[in-house]
């Protein structure tokens, strides 16, 4: 939206007298515009929830993805066919969600106690469709992330046994396989340009969410100790090309734990995908 926003004060600089007066009216009306925006999307997602409170099946659909992928804090995982017979409980309902809107995908956290929710929206000619539901309930005490690197890193370092079908989600798993080899080796200097600023992590085995200092501070410290821990090996995936961003949903193996789900999304920015944020629930 904020690139909207820009484009809208461009175009009327441009077509009038450059004026205060004028470029006050100007500034007045991109920020309109992204608010607008903004508060579109939420009335939207309240209606959703509200849909799925009161079990209206007609209005919960018309706001659904044709591709949603609805996961609870238990690891269960549910497509539009299965949300629409059950109706599973929104958790957080009455938490009003951070909202960050990327192009024609946005971003809501409505975060409670331990309790932490993600609903990322994405537009079509149709409007505001919500394409992926995901709870993560964080422990009360963090506990160890990973097992001791036992040789080379290879999935996901190197190889994954998947396929991603735009140029956009190519660039995506190899600024994700980046970050994962900085993290199997420690090095924050590897690490650090392929995240984005406002990145947090949410992993059910943390007792609160991690910042983008927060990790660079994990890894830093995980350098001095001399310990390397192996990333969890990617299981499957299943990833959307949504313009400006690309989102995956990874079912992911860690040894000596159960399997989970870890969403994360990328944008694209100064020349290369960086991360916006991983969202990990396990399994069972």
């Not at 080796?185 to 991690?210: C, G, K, M, Q």
Request: overall charge neutral; aromatic content about 8%; glycine content about 4%.
């Amino acid at each position: 939206m904020l690139h909207s926003s820009y484009h809208n004060l461009k175009i009327c600089v441009k077509v009038g007298a450059p004026t205060l007066l004028l470029l006050a009216f100007c500034l007045a009306f991109a920020g309109t515009a992204a608010a607008s925006g903004a508060d579109i999307l939420l009335q939207t997602d309240r209606t959703l929830i509200e849909a799925f409170q009161q079990k209206q099946e007609a209005a919960a659909e018309a706001l659904l993805s044709p591709n949603l992928a609805w996961i609870d804090s238990a690891g269960r995982r549910f497509t539009r066919a299965d949300a629409l017979k059950t109706f599973p409980m929104i958790a957080n309902a009455d938490v009003k969600p951070s909202a960050r809107i990327y192009g024609d995908s946005a971003v809501l956290f409505a975060n409670q106690g331990k309790m932490n929710v993600l609903r990322v929206w994405s537009k079509s000619p149709q409007g505001w469709k919500l394409l992926l539901y995901q709870e993560v309930q964080q422990v009360e005490k963090s506990e160890p992330a990973n097992s001791p690197l036992l040789g080379e890193c290879v999935n996901p370092c190197k190889e994954i046994p998947f396929s991603p079908a735009t140029a956009s989600e190519k660039a995506a798993i190899a600024s994700w396989q980046g970050v994962m080899k900085a993290m199997a080796e420690n090095d924050v200097s590897a690490y650090a340009p392929l995240i984005a600023d406002e990145f947090t992590a949410t992993d059910t085995f943390h007792e609160r969410p991690y910042t983008k200092a927060d990790r660079l501070a994990q890894i830093e410290k995980q350098k001095a100790s001399g310990k390397h821990n192996a990333p969890p090996e990617l299981a499957s995936a299943d990833m959307y090309d949504l313009g400006e961003t690309v989102l995956m949903i990874a079912r992911e193996q860690r040894r000596g734990s159960n399997d989970y789900f870890n969403s994360r999304m990328w944008a694209l920015r100064d020349g290369r995908w960086q991360m916006l944020f991983s969202f990990n629930t396990r399994i069972g």
